[in-house]
């Protein structure tokens, strides 16, 4: 029983990871189809950053809600070089239609599949990193970072649809094969089951590295910070350099997400790096239960798998509202999400239940 206390994220974790790996297996048995495999093998992406945005929102206090940008810039990252490598080194056509008789220099790095692997990750944490070197140093909290970090995803969106000749503008980079091939159609099932083991790798080794972070003296002084800002600067901790790493690293993991997501989606468009992106990230952290780890992983599958099931069918006007109507009751009666309700709010009832029936048989 204490096993299951102490180590009860790490558990549950387990059991989803052991759901996800028998997919494949139900697939081959007939009784999953390759939609939903593809379906799930998002789903782990959006876990992945989920976990980055829980490790700077959850235990650091910082309300990111611009972190689509960060996921963008991987999945475009991986985009290009699989774009490029189906087109052989060569232009795009949309890059012919606006006018380029060249490959640009922006495209160069990933004819390279190492560079590309580098930057995927490189990218978003440079990024994020001068971004909080000057937010953080200068002590800009609370809704003043969340506002910032809004309008800079605005700022790099626009930039995005303007670059079109580069970008391709609104439509993006499509029609993509991933990394082992197409993944689509019953003849290319194998290259689907390699693409979605690699994800759950993927997924598992962020999870687990997240999870060593927050269990050490780091962690500790996230949460100190989370907790007491100023009482940690005056105990003489430079407060500003650990939320600027804790922020490059969150990064990092949205840009490595995004890179799984294209993958499986087979495309990536400006859409994914807009605000609202960026706030639905947050519902799902919000939701599986923030500070845990555990919870943004569970959030991130349990609200999408809402939505696949609720966006057809009879729900296919409304299903908007119930996802928005799950994450008001969340926020105003079950702060601490899934996880907290489960962990904290039912054990604390049944115990005092058991105490006014325990008070009743006394009186009696």
């Not at 052991?18 to 876990?47: D, H, Q, R, W, Y």
């Not at 908007?320 to 709010?345: N, P, S």
């Amino acid at each position: 029983m204490k096993i299951v206390k102490k180590q009860g994220n790490h558990i549950i974790f387990a059991l989803i990871v052991i759901a996800l790996a028998l997919m494949p297996v139900l697939m081959t048995n007939g009784k999953v189809e390759g939609s939903m495999l593809i379906f799930l093998g998002k789903c782990m992406a959006f876990a992945i950053v989920a976990i980055g945005l829980d490790l700077i929102w959850g235990y650091t206090g910082i309300l990111s809600l611009g972190h689509g940008l960060y996921f963008a810039l991987g999945g475009y990252a991986m985009a290009m070089f699989l774009k490029m490598r189906a087109t052989n080194g060569q232009i795009t056509e949309f890059m012919h239609t606006g006018g380029l008789s060249q490959l640009p220099l922006i495209w160069k790095p990933f004819l390279n599949a190492p560079m590309t692997v580098i930057l995927i990750v490189a990218v978003p944490a440079a990024l994020a990193g001068v971004i909080g070197y000057f937010i953080f140093k200068n002590r800009v909290k609370g809704v003043y970072f969340s506002i910032i970090s809004q309008a800079l995803t605005w700022a790099v969106y626009s930039i995005f649809i303007a670059l079109s000749p580069y970008t391709n503008g609104n439509v993006g980079i499509t029609e993509i094969k991933s990394v082992f091939g197409t993944i689509r159609g019953g003849a290319n099932r194998d290259n689907l089951f390699h693409l979605f083991y690699f994800a759950l790798i993927v997924l598992v080794v962020i999870y687990a590295l997240a999870s060593f972070l927050v269990k050490t003296k780091f962690g500790k002084l996230l949460i100190a910070i989370r907790d007491g800002e100023n009482r940690t600067y005056f105990s003489g901790y430079r407060v500003s350099r650990y939320k600027n790493f804790i922020y490059v690293v969150s990064a990092a993991f949205a840009g490595i997400a995004g890179a799984v997501f294209v993958n499986f989606n087979g495309s990536i468009t400006p859409s994914q790096m807009t605000i609202s992106y960026s706030i639905t990230m947050i519902i799902w952290v919000a939701i599986g239960g923030r500070g845990t780890i555990i919870g943004a992983v569970i959030g991130a599958f349990l609200i999408n798998l809402c939505e696949y099931n609720l966006s057809s069918g009879n729900m296919v006007e409304i299903w908007q509202y119930i996802i928005g109507g799950i994450f008001c009751i969340t926020i105003l009666f079950f702060k601490g999400g899934v996880v907290g309700l489960f962990k904290d709010q039912i054990p604390a009832l049944l115990r005092r239940i058991k105490s006014k029936g325990a008070n009743k048989n006394a009186t009696v």
